[in-house]
């Protein structure tokens, strides 16, 4: 069955994530565009990605990125047409790639029409379809969440000579989901993209549609029931399609957005990530090791997704004060690298463009349970450009060669939406697609193996995972299994060799092979299972009984 | 019993194989007890205590080292632990203890040179020792240790307490005052039973094959500060507040025959640096100094006087062949005296002990019985002691062991010339 066919789909994907305007530019203006896009996804099936997130490109003044929508059902022009969408659409799933598009519930852009109308008068049929107020002394409970920006979660309209509520920036009004009319325009927006043949959609900043006065105005059961509704909507019409929600927020509370498996299908285990990256800096297993015990079971049909980098700050709102410390002292001493509660750098330089810890990271990313989710250009190591302000230094153009603009764009290099990274280190002449291509070695090279591998067995994208606790404490070991299939992973966190022991009992006689070289290793018998493990190294054993 | 890797290897396989698991490390910590499951408790709780909140990102080995406990002294460790099975709550990283021990009743030297040579196998920076029977132990010492010789970049750090005035006598009256004379630098506690050395210092004496040495087995502690003074190690000391109250697993008699055995042996292992004659130096000091707030404490002066005149009758013969006529005669006609008029004067005090350390390097009778000669005579000094500062403040007490001191210092190129010598006993 092809994967285009598969109900869950998702939980074997490999998501990439990426900007249109990043990736290539078509037609020479110094931005990406979905023509350029499409010419490219013979790259992303070659990488072995089976689905592409993109980040938004509607309409929109661009004041937060494109987060900032105001036309929900249309392409920004920098970025093609809505032909040049479909088109593209229709060349990923001849690939048997899915699409996955960016949707803004909780919030237009105040350009957007549906706010110009509200705005314009007391009496406008739209007036309901955001929150106003005549003071701005209500829902106190409710945190500033840009707090280096926004003084209050209201403000003021000079037009409508009323306050206006808004969770992000004060241009970005929420929509007001008490409205039947909201509801229903918010599902027919998303029912003109899944007509269009789009697979799935991450939906932006949910926790916080529904406004109630006493609470923090976040998790509410409204907000659920909003979604419930959603999702009953889109399985009635649109079945194998699939939601995916963005909720920073602990395991246990973002287990409310799978509800009984009738919510989200899929939610990003924020917390895990920083933990990943704090596990090998302090090369021990606990901080990875006390996340996942400390996340729930969820519903059968759903999944967890687990990331790396992505286009935000490495974000530390999900860490304690100590642990949040250790972070900014490790990974971001140079304060010019800290943004909001996080960290603006990409994984190479995170890591120092270490190429054993890359790609202990990227193990740890394919094995632990959940859907991985690359970022465009960490498979070939791209660096960041912290002096391009806001998170823009982790949003450069992709780097595919070493030609002008790194074989990005055509256009002059001063009309690039944004420069391309360009020092000896990590600029595209020392880092592309096209160099990367012609080594085996190349960090693209083992990236595409990597997945290869990680496609080669469902016990990783559905198999349950059991730890293992060797006494050595810089292993992190683990058997995902699903059925008869297991997989033992064992990574060395440490920058040193180390030799550990497993107690492997309940698997003996059983063989293990390691899975990238399919080299035999020796049988599993009573004693406990010695393996010694250079700096940084992991294994993919597949445990055969033969 | 655990298994030995082999003769050579005073580690078991079992402690090896638990070495290897905890990997390098910034810190260790490492606790010795025999018997003591009724304090060990606090003890650890203090430490975790410490390092939990303390060096939350460290990397961190706690070692715990039994000399043969039959107490369920390990039991109470696990009891009293908080870090679980696996890893400490509120730490970065992973915590957790590791042990080994010895059904054969391990010398407290091999215990500490286990300590010794589990930092140095796991690369820590810094190490602190700590005793299993304190009664009163504080996270804030165990921090005060390790501070110094990991963000300092110390090398030994010596522990410095409030005391009583008539504790730590033997400290006060024979071990500060000869070691500060001899080797310039004024460490005031020199037994301790919680001090902290660096990496570097651990893998030096390590280094030194005097192990398996007699004279080590009851001063390990004594010998890592001393090695530390002589070999240009960076030492300090630091205030650990009230002198912790320890449960005592020896005797008086041994306590003492310990302290002089392992000085004397030191002195010995060392003499190449002391025999040049070491200027006087300071010695740096951390944290701030504590009020004394203990309750006085009781002693049988009585006692201590009728044993030190029966020991010295009793021990005639020998104390002659130790010490020279004029000293003997001396010593004699001080143990005529009465208990009101008798003062044990420092001159004589101090000469006392230079020949009694001379004749120990020069082997003049056996080293046990000269060692054992020397306690009725330490209980002379102390039950002068005790008479004469009866009614003395703080500051007196400190003068009169400045008197000491200096009394020692002017004696000092006797005893170079005793030591030089031999055969100038009375005999």
């Not at chain 2, 001379?358 to 003049?364: D, G, K, L, R």
Request: charged share 25%.
């Amino acid at each position: 069955m092809s994967l285009l066919q598969q109900a869950d789909w998702y939980k074997d994907s490999i998501i990439y994530q990426l900007h249109v305007r990043t990736f290539y530019d078509s037609n020479g203006d110094g931005i990406g565009d979905f023509r350029g896009l499409q010419q490219k996804l013979d790259y992303l099936q070659e990488l072995g990605v089976t689905a592409i997130w993109l980040l938004p490109f509607y309409p929109s003044p661009l004041r937060d990125d494109g987060y900032d929508i105001a036309d929900y059902c249309s392409v920004h022009s920098s970025y093609g047409t809505l032909e040049d969408f479909k088109s593209f659409l229709a060349a990923a799933h001849e690939r048997d790639i899915r699409i996955i598009i960016e949707m803004v519930l909780n919030h237009t852009s105040d350009q957007h029409p549906w706010f110009q109308e509200s705005r314009s008068s007391r009496n406008n049929p739209r007036r309901d379809w955001y929150v106003w107020s005549e003071t701005d002394d209500r829902y106190h409970g409710a945190r500033i969440i840009f707090l280096d920006t926004e003084l209050s979660n209201w403000a003021w309209d000079p037009i409508s000579k009323s306050y206006y509520w808004h969770r992000f920036f004060s241009h970005q009004p929420d929509l007001n989901f008490d409205s039947p009319a909201v509801r229903e325009a918010i599902w027919n927006v998303m029912k003109f993209w899944l007509e269009l043949g789009v697979d799935g959609f991450r939906l932006d900043a949910v926790p916080y549609l529904v406004e109630r006065e006493g609470t923090s105005c976040e998790n509410l059961p409204e907000t659920h029931e909003i979604l419930r509704e959603l999702r009953r909507r889109l399985d009635d019409s649109f079945p194998a399609k699939m939601l995916l929600a963005e909720a920073n927020q602990w395991p246990a509370d973002v287990c409310a957005y799978f509800g009984q498996g009738d919510e989200f299908h899929m939610a990003f285990h924020f917390p895990l990530m920083p933990r990943m990256f704090m596990s090998l800096k302090l090369e021990d297993r606990k901080p990875i090791l006390d996340i996942l015990q400390r996340t729930p079971t969820i519903p059968e049909t759903c999944q967890w997704c687990i990331f790396l980098r992505n286009h935000d700050e490495l974000t530390l709102e999900m860490v304690t004060d100590v642990e949040r410390d250790y972070m900014y002292d490790e990974y971001a001493r140079d304060k010019s690298m800290r943004i909001n509660v996080g960290i603006r750098r990409r994984l190479a330089p995170l890591m120092d463009n270490d190429r054993r810890r890359i790609e202990l990271l990227n193990g740890l990313l394919m094995s632990l349970p959940g859907t991985p989710i690359l970022y465009y250009g960490d498979e070939i190591g791209m660096g960041d450009n912290v002096y391009l302000g806001d998170r823009n230094g982790v949003r450069t153009p992709m780097q595919w060669s070493g030609q002008w603009n790194g074989g990005f764009s055509s256009a002059d290099p001063e009309r690039l939406y944004s420069p391309p990274i360009s020092n000896p280190v990590y600029g595209y002449q020392a880092i592309n697609v096209e160099s990367q291509r012609r080594s085996e070695h190349s960090l693209l090279s083992w990236k595409k193996r990597l997945i290869q591998v990680r496609k080669s067995s469902q016990a990783f994208s559905r198999g349950s995972i059991e730890f293992l606790h060797p006494p050595n404490h810089r292993v992190l070991a683990y058997v995902r299994q699903l059925g008869k299939e297991r997989v033992l992973v064992v990574n060395n966190l440490s920058s040193s060799a180390q030799a550990v022991e497993l107690d492997l009992s309940k698997y003996k006689g059983s063989i293990p092979i390691e899975m990238s070289g399919k080299t035999i290793f020796p049988r599993i018998g009573e004693l406990p299972y010695l393996l010694t493990m250079g700096p940084y190294q992991f294994y993919w054993f597949r445990l055969r009984k033969i | 019993m655990e298994r030995q890797v082999s003769e050579d290897s005073f580690l078991s396989d079992d402690f090896l194989r638990q070495l290897i698991s905890v990997g390098n490390v910034d810190l260790l910590v490492g606790i010795l007890s025999r018997n003591d499951s009724s304090t060990i408790g606090k003890v650890v709780s203090a430490a975790e205590e410490a390092l939990l909140r303390k060096f939350p990102r460290e990397r961190i080995a706690l070692v715990h080292v039994d000399g043969g406990s039959k107490d369920g002294t390990s039991e109470a460790l696990k009891e009293a632990s908080t870090l679980g099975a696996s890893s400490g709550m509120g730490s970065l990283r992973t915590l957790r203890w590791i042990s080994t021990g010895s059904d054969n009743s391990w010398q407290p030297a091999n215990m500490v040179r286990t300590v010794l040579t589990a930092a140095d196998l796991l690369h820590a920076k810094g190490c602190a020792v700590l005793a299993a029977s304190t009664e009163n132990p504080t996270p804030s010492s165990v921090e005060s240790l390790l501070h110094p010789v990991y963000r300092e970049d110390y090398d030994f750090v010596a522990p410095l307490y409030s005391r009583h005035k008539y504790d730590g006598l033997l400290t006060r009256n024979f071990l500060y005052p000869l070691c500060r004379a001899l080797y310039g630098k004024p460490v005031r506690e020199l037994r301790a039973s919680e001090f902290a050395f660096s990496g570097r210092l651990a893998g030096y004496c390590l280094s030194r094959g005097e192990w398996q040495n007699e004279g080590l087995q009851g001063g390990a502690e004594m010998w890592l500060a001393i090695t530390a003074m002589s070999n240009g190690f960076r030492c300090v000391q630091s205030y650990l507040g009230e002198k912790p109250r320890a449960k005592s697993n020896a005797g008086v008699v041994d306590a003492i025959r310990h302290a002089v055995n392992g000085l004397f042996w030191c002195l010995e292992s060392t003499e190449s640096y002391w025999l040049k004659g070491a200027a006087p130096d300071s010695l740096p000091t951390i944290g701030p100094e504590h009020k004394l707030t203990s309750e006085s404490i009781r002693v049988e002066r009585k006692r201590i006087f009728q044993m030190y005149k029966s020991g010295v009758a009793e021990l005639s013969q020998i104390l002659s062949g130790i010490l020279n006529q004029e000293t003997h005669a001396e010593l004699n006609r001080l143990a005529d005296a009465g208990e009101e008029e008798f003062r044990f004067s420092n001159a004589l005090w101090v000469r006392i002990v230079y020949e009694f350390a001379a004749a120990y390097h020069h082997s003049v009778i056996n080293r046990s019985h000269l060692v054992q000669a020397f306690v009725p005579i330490y209980r002379g000094r102390v039950y002068s002691f005790l008479t004469q500062h009866r009614s003395a403040g703080s500051d007196a007490m400190e003068a009169d062991l400045e008197n000491l001191c200096q009394e020692f210092d002017r004696q000092r190129n006797f005893f170079f010339e005793r030591w030089r010598t031999k055969g100038q006993g009375a005999s």
